[in-house]
């Protein structure tokens, strides 16, 4: 099997066999000619069914998230959402239940409890630091997801996913994994057991801030054609410039986690030692409650890093507007550091419910700059100097 970095360059992504061009083109197109009345050339007849530049970047997903599973089939659609939308609908029915992280990114708080809520599909929020606190939250025979981020959003929590599918599995349900945060680079869910993967492949994927998008990539072929068939019929799909782009940033998705990590470790080493911060979250330190399970299903650690403050609330917004290598705003996983105050930004969907973070919590995503300029600017932010 080829490594990672060279199916990340090669995977559905040939030469084009006209030109010879190594990128393949940009299938700007909404319609294809056809040879006779469904005699398709390729299988396209319209781009939200299929589009080449999409099929190049699914197949790709497919070889970073699945290697060696070969029924494995990915999905592109136009947002991380669109993409839990589809998954949501294809796979509950009014009156299923969900189990969802107690400390979910609020995004997806807000698609199950705003929206699929309303449609008829109850969740119930549980720790996935504990797979017995999953077991205890499903209900048996109505529980059809179990869902699950590791690292989880904001709070970096880490799941047991071996563990936690074996769970889902035992109940008749599915696993579904919110991959984000580790990318395919660092874990691979599918290999440990999951049933579908999850991506905003606006985050790491993509790269640089450029492009919104999401994936699904699944292991079983019949839940693959089910999804595949949503993905057509709901119509949530990207455009061929945005699959390109995704493609694009795929290409060096290796040689940027390990910048992303490199330059996370050596944060965190700052931050620990700061008398304004009180605790550090990153699934790399040693004192981490879940170091030794994402040391076993992580090869790094990744560039999230969240961090509380003294002072409360307002201190931690005085920090995010401190920053000026740090840009304050929402997003992650780009080549620039991002700073953010969850409670009021990304998670504000979350106010007032189980999942609601801590007002003290500051979010970084910890960019590929040079890394004392990055720790230089923290300093500044926390000793009160913008």
């Known amino acids: 099997m080829q490594g990672f970095d060279t199916r990340a360059i090669h995977a559905g992504q040939e030469p084009d ?3 010879g061009a190594v990128v393949p083109p940009i299938y700007q197109v ?4 056809q040879d006779g009345v469904g005699g398709l050339r390729g299988g396209y007849e319209y781009s939200r069914s299929a589009n080449p530049t999409r099929t190049a970047l699914q197949e790709c997903l497919a070889a970073l998230e699945a290697p060696g599973l070969g029924e494995a089939r990915g999905m592109a659609f136009a ?3 669109a993409a839990e939308d589809t998954l949501l609908r294809t796979v509950c029915r009014p009156g299923d ?3 969802i992280p107690d400390d979910a990114y609020g995004g997806t708080y ?3 409890a705003r929206v699929a809520a309303p449609w008829g599909l109850d969740h119930t929020p549980a720790p996935v630091t504990d797979p017995e606190g999953v077991a205890a939250a499903i209900i048996p025979g109505r529980t059809k997801v179990v869902w699950i981020e590791t690292p989880t959003n904001p709070l970096l929590n880490i799941a047991d996913i071996r563990a936690i599918a074996d769970v889902a599995h035992a109940a008749g349900a599915l696993l579904v994994v919110d991959n984000t945060f580790a990318s395919p680079y660092l874990q691979q869910p599918l290999l440990l057991g999951a049933d579908v993967v999850v991506h905003s492949t606006t985050k790491y994927l993509g790269g640089h801030s450029d492009v919104v998008g999401g994936a699904l990539v699944a292991s079983d072929a019949g839940l693959a054609e089910q999804l595949a068939y949503h993905q057509n019929a709901m119509g949530s799909v990207p455009g061929p410039f945005d699959c390109f782009l995704v493609l694009r940033g795929i290409k060096t998705l290796g040689v940027r986690m390990d910048r992303h990590s490199a330059n996370a470790r050596i944060v965190v080493d700052f931050l620990a030692q700061h008398p304004q911060v009180t605790e550090v979250r990153w699934p790399g330190l040693p004192s981490h409650p879940g170091h030794e399970v994402a040391a076993r299903q992580m090869s790094d650690f990744g560039g999230m890093v969240s961090f509380r403050v003294r002072g409360g609330e307002q201190a931690a917004v005085d920090v995010c507007g401190r920053t000026s290598v740090f840009t304050l705003g929402e997003s992650l996983g780009g080549v620039e550091s991002l700073i953010e105050h969850p ?3 990304t998670h504000a969907s979350a106010a007032g419910s189980p999942l609601e973070v801590p007002g003290d919590l500051v979010r970084l995503s910890v960019g590929i700059e040079t890394v004392d ?3 230089s600017d923290l300093d500044r932010a926390l000793a009160g100097h913008s």
């Open 373 to 375: 300029d990055l720790v």
């Open 79 to 81: 947002s991380g959402l």
């Open 97 to 99: 239940h969900a189990v």
């Open 17 to 19: 066999p006209l030109t």
């Open 110 to 112: 807000r698609l199950f």
């Open 343 to 345: 409670a009021r930004m």
């Open 30 to 33: 909404s319609t294809y000619a």
